[in-house]
């Protein structure tokens, strides 16, 4: 089966030696995806806005992938701060309401104390 590795960009991919999303058939598989733009490298302070940008982040991977977030079957979330993960349902929603993947919460530390979220998607692309 052929790959397809894509990347964002970030000089995170380059320096530690993965891609950003992994295309293998059907299936789009996206790495731990933070709330940096990766087009200035910079991370807002807030958990609702780091967020939105870790889903900006996922969607253009999907994007590139011929996939869209409506094709995501599962998620994961890892925050090293449980007590944040509220605030971020409506985003999550917003995102991911109509797909409504099998999910799961972790909490953990992250490799940034900048970070307050980090989330991972599987998606299955639609034919």
């Not at 089966?1 to 295309?23: C, D, K, L, P, W």
């Not at 985003?91 to 919460?105: D, E, F, I, Q, S």
Request: with cysteine; hydrophobic share 45%.
């Amino acid at each position: 089966m052929n790959r397809q590795r894509i990347s964002s960009g970030s000089t995170f991919e380059e320096q530690i030696g993965y891609s950003r999303a992994v295309v293998a058939g059907d299936w789009v598989f996206v790495s731990g995806t933070t709330g940096f733009d990766y087009t200035t490298m910079t991370i807002k302070d807030d958990v609702v806005e780091q967020t939105e940008q870790c889903f900006r982040n996922i969607q253009a991977a999907l994007q590139l992938a011929g996939a869209s977030l409506d094709d995501v079957v599962r998620v994961n979330y890892v925050l090293p701060d449980a007590s944040l993960f509220e605030a971020c349902w409506p985003v999550l929603r917003k995102h991911l309401g109509r797909a409504r993947p099998a999910a799961m919460v972790i909490t953990a530390g992250l490799l940034d104390a900048r970070m307050k979220i980090e989330i991972e998607v599987t998606a299955l692309r639609s034919r």
